[in-house]
């Protein structure tokens, strides 16, 4: 599975916020985790798609947790819960 256009910048945003990455997405999908999982979303693309009403309920009721970065800064704006 290839890595998206954006891994490298959420990484470094994940790691400027205090993070340590400790599994590659890729792998931590195959194996069962306690963790709780975040989508990354661009702020550009949360503030077209995921502001409205209905995508914001959707998100509620299937706890989709989002953590919205910066491309450009590859800095982290917002979490989700």
Do not use: P
């Not at 990484?11 to 400790?22: C, H, P, S």
């Not at 975040?38 to 798609?49: D, G, P």
């Not at 509620?60 to 491309?71: D, G, L, P, S, Y």
């Amino acid at each position: 599975m290839a890595k998206d256009i954006f891994h490298e910048a959420v990484r470094i945003a994940l790691e400027k916020d205090g993070w340590k990455i400790t599994d590659d997405r890729i792998l931590l999908a195959r194996k069962e985790t306690d963790r709780i999982l975040y989508l990354a979303v661009s702020k550009a693309v949360y503030e077209r798609r995921f502001k409205t009403e209905g995508i914001q309920l959707i998100c509620q009721e299937a706890t989709i947790r989002i953590v919205v970065f910066n491309q450009d800064e590859s800095t982290i704006v917002l979490w989700t819960s």
